[in-house]
């Protein structure tokens, strides 16, 4: 009884430590995942890196692209740490588990090499026969036997739990051995990616200072990009403005259709209830004539009895009005709203906000939404429209949601823009050189609609410029697709 206590209180404490080892575990796998993922964004923009290196001169670009790998690297190592944190941490938990299950199983070769001792010297097939049948009731030798049995049947079940301990030691081997190995890997990549990190602080350093030095030209960059942008930014406002002011009127003009239309139909009613009541009326008159001419035939037979006998005269029916039409006190409230399509494309579009996809497959957002401090000169700010999204070159833009394609033209000095319609909301794709959709062309989400220009003369610059719009709002890219 004690061995089976005992026995029933390790199986819970094993239970209990693989319970915690599988949540543990679940969270090294995200960590990992983690990993893999800012790996991935530092092997983009190092082939971004890489195709600056065609031109020699220092650009803001190069170093945009410089300042995203090292915030990159430095989630990178912290990630590592935390994945190394929790490697020691189930290494030693394995380890305590793995003492568990070799000491049990000790406890279970000693017992069982005592009850196979005590099998061998009652191996005698007449002891066992005598050990029944001395028994002086019928049920004692009924329970001896039954326990003859028990006994065997319990030998065999503690060989079959050795089995099954030894494999789980095994097991744990196994997993020791694999995270060690991965412990090791990590460990190592960690120690690259800090040599990495001090390689990329140290170009950003040498790459500001080159790029102070040249603080009257940068500024004179900034003053073209942000003339630039402003041209763009008031085109794609002129155009959206007139799309919504289209819009409006077509929806007007479709509401003044159906009230002159419900206009119509109340004056053909009224029509209908005045003749109605015209007719009732000449009804009436002609009963009201039939009643006279009785009433003067009554007069003149009854005109010898007494002038105190009054005649009775039949009365006359009311002139019945026509009946009030419904419809007349609800001209007024009919209300115009989007099509049933806009509708739902609206309502869609407007429950995904923070789950759209980008409209790149990869790159970085290089610049943030709204007022942004310059990144070498000081007191030199930018106010974005909307946000820029660095990709490697030959990349392409992709709608982030269903839609409508509404808009696509041409804006001097900064090549194309596609404007889709979301409903109430528009998405703007600028800096595209080749435009794949036409206007009124129906697109789904992350189709290819234009691919993005690629600077020669920039380092192979490659910039998505994107907006969201509601109605004639702008609203915060950033908020809207994934992180």
Same mark, same amino acid.
Request: hydrophobic content about 35%; glycine content about 4%; overall charge positive.
């Given at each position: ?18 319970? %915690? ?20 964004? /530092?092997?983009?923009? #190092? !082939? ?16 945009? $692209? ?34 568990? @299950? &070799? ?9 069982? *090499? ?7 010297? #009652? ?24 326990? @003859?049995? &028990? ?10 739990? %050795? ?35 001090? =390689?990329?602080?140290? #170009? ?16 004179? &960059? ?16 002129? /155009? ?5 002011? !289209? ?28 003749? !109605? ?6 009804? $009436? ?17 009854? !005109? ?22 419904? #419809? ?8 115009? +709203? ?15 906000? +923070? ?7 990869? +790159?970085?957002?290089? +610049? ?50 596609? /404007?889709?319609?979301?409903? =109430? ?19 789904? *989400?992350?189709?290819? /609609? ?27 890219? &950033? ?5």
């Amino acid at each position: 009884m004690r061995f089976q206590n005992h026995l029933k209180l390790l199986v819970l404490i094993i239970s209990f430590m693989t319970t %915690i080892f599988s949540i543990q575990a679940q969270t090294v796998k995200d960590l990992e995942a983690q990993r893999k993922q800012t790996l991935q964004r /530092i092997e983009s923009t #190092n !082939k971004m890196l890489n195709e600056t290196k065609t031109s020699k001169r220092s650009t803001l670009y190069k170093l945009t $692209i410089i300042k995203k790998n090292i915030t990159d690297r430095k989630v990178l190592i912290k990630n590592i740490s935390t994945e190394i944190g929790q490697l020691d941490e189930q290494i030693a938990r394995l380890d305590l588990e793995k003492a568990k @299950l &070799e000491s049990h199983m000790q406890i279970l070769k000693s017992d069982y *090499a005592r009850l196979v001792q005590e099998a061998h010297l #009652n191996q005698n097939m007449y002891a066992k026969i005598m050990f029944v049948l001395s028994a002086k009731t019928f049920d004692q030798s009924y329970r001896r036997l039954r326990y @003859l049995q &028990e006994y065997s049947d319990y030998r065999k079940e503690q060989v079959k739990e %050795i089995e099954t301990i030894k494999l789980q030691i095994i097991h744990k081997n196994d997993s020791l051995q694999s995270h060690k190995t991965t412990k090791v890997i990590v460990v190592q990549q960690k120690e690259t990616e800090a040599q990495n990190l001090t =390689k990329d602080e140290t #170009n950003e350093k040498i790459l500001l200072t080159d790029l102070q030095k040249k603080e009257k030209k940068l500024r004179a &960059e900034v003053k073209i990009q942000q003339r630039k942008a402003n041209d763009i930014n008031n085109k794609i406002e002129r /155009i959206i403005a007139n799309e919504v002011r !289209k819009a409006e009127a077509k929806r007007q003009a479709i509401q003044k259709r159906h009230l002159a239309e419900e206009n119509r139909r109340n004056a053909e009613n009224k029509r209908i209830a005045e003749n !109605k009541r015209i007719a009732e009326n000449r009804q $009436i008159a002609i009963e009201n004539r039939k009643i006279a001419e009785k009433n003067r035939q009554i007069a003149a037979d009854n !005109k010898s009895k007494s002038a105190a006998k009054r005649t009775p005269r039949i009365k006359v029916k009311p002139e019945i009005k026509a009946p009030k039409d419904d #419809n007349e006190d609800d001209n007024n409230n009919s209300t115009a +709203g989007l099509t049933r399509e806009e509708t739902q494309l609206s309502g869609s579009f407007g429950k995904n906000i +923070g789950r759209l996809p980008w409209p790149t497959s990869n +790159g970085f957002i290089s +610049g943030h939404f709204g007022i942004q401090q310059h990144a070498v000169l000081k007191h030199v700010t930018t106010n974005n429209k909307g946000v820029y999204i660095q990709t490697p070159s030959g990349s392409t833009a992709r709608a982030v949601f269903e839609g409508i394609v509404t808009q696509r033209f041409s804006i001097p000095g900064s090549n194309n823009a596609v /404007i889709i319609q979301h409903g =109430k909301y528009r998405t703007v794709y600028a800096n595209l050189t080749q435009i794949f959709v036409r206007e009124g062309e129906h697109v789904s *989400a992350k189709q290819a /609609i234009g691919k993005i220009y690629t600077d020669d003369e920039n380092g192979n610059k490659t910039e998505l410029y994107f907006q969201v719009w509601k109605d004639k709002n702008i609203q915060n890219p &950033e908020s809207w697709i994934a992180r």
